[in-house]
C-alpha cells in the first residue's frame, strides 16, 4: 500500500514538473516574439502535441505558434490552429492574448482573401488593442486593416487606418514600424492620384529615415510621380 502510494505521488510530480518545463518554454517563446522570433518558433518546435496538458497550455501554444510565422515570414494559410486560441480567449478574461488571438485570425483570413470575416476579427482585436493601450499592436491592426481596405477598393478607409496605423507607431521605440506605415500612405495617395501629398510624405520620410531600403523605397516612388 505504502509503495502504491508513492508511485502516486512520484507520477504526480513528475506530471506537475512536466507542466513546469512546458509553461517555462511558452513563457519564454513568447518573451522572445518580438525580439528574436527565430528563438521562439524553435523553442515552440520543441513542444509536442501530448505535451500540452490544459487547455490554456494549448490555446497559448497555438497562439504562440501563429504569431512565431508571422514574424518569421511564413504564411499563415489557414485559421485552424488560431481558432483554437479564439475560442479559448472568447471564453476567458486575458485581454491581450485575446486581442492577439483575434488579429492573428484576421492575418489568416486575410491571407485566405476572407476579407470581410477579416475585418470582424479585427476589429474585436481593435477594442481590446485600444483598452489595453497597446500601441505596437493597435498599429498593426491598423496597418492591417489598411491593407485589406486597399485590396477591396476602399480608399477613404484606407487613408484612415494608415494616419492610425502611423498615430500609434510614432509611440514606440523603434520607427521603422511608423516610417514603413507612412510609405504605405504615400503610396495610397499615389493610388489616388494626390501626388502633392504623397511627395511631401516621401521626401520629409526620405530625409529623415536611416534605413537604406526605405530610402530607395521613397526615391523609387517620388521617381514614378515625376512620370505621371
Not at 2 to 25: D, G
Not at 60 to 89: E, G, M, P, Q, W
Amino acid at each position: 500500500m505504502v509503495r502504491i502510494v508513492f508511485f502516486i505521488i512520484l507520477a504526480s510530480s513528475i506530471s506537475s514538473c512536466c507542466s513546469t518545463v512546458i509553461r517555462t518554454k511558452l513563457d519564454v517563446a513568447e518573451s522572445l516574439l518580438q525580439i528574436k522570433p527565430d528563438s521562439s518558433l524553435t523553442i515552440l518546435e520543441t513542444i509536442g502535441s501530448k505535451d500540452l496538458k490544459t487547455s490554456e497550455e494549448k490555446a497559448l501554444f497555438a497562439l504562440l505558434k501563429t504569431a512565431s510565422y508571422n514574424k518569421n515570414h511564413i504564411a499563415i494559410t489557414s485559421d485552424s490552429l488560431i481558432r483554437i486560441a479564439v475560442c479559448y480567449y472568447s471564453a476567458h478574461e486575458d485581454q491581450r492574448h485575446r486581442m492577439m488571438a483575434n488579429y492573428y485570425q484576421g492575418l489568416a483570413l486575410d491571407y485566405a482573401g476572407e476579407y470581410t470575416a477579416a475585418i470582424i476579427c479585427l476589429e474585436k482585436a481593435e477594442k481590446d488593442a485600444l483598452a489595453i493601450g497597446d500601441p505596437l499592436y493597435a498599429g498593426l491592426i491598423y496597418r492591417t486593416k489598411g491593407d485589406i481596405f486597399n485590396k477591396t477598393n476602399n480608399d477613404q478607409a484606407v487613408l484612415a487606418c494608415f494616419q492610425k496605423a502611423i498615430g500609434h507607431f510614432k509611440k514606440l521605440e523603434n520607427p521603422e514600424y511608423a516610417e514603413f506605415a507612412e510609405l504605405s500612405l504615400a503610396v495610397c495617395h499615389i493610388n489616388s492620384k494626390n501626388y502633392d501629398e504623397a511627395k511631401s510624405i516621401l521626401q520629409l520620410l526620405q530625409e529623415q529615415t536611416n534605413n537604406g531600403l526605405l530610402k530607395d523605397y521613397c526615391t523609387l516612388n517620388l521617381a514614378m510621380i515625376m512620370l505621371v
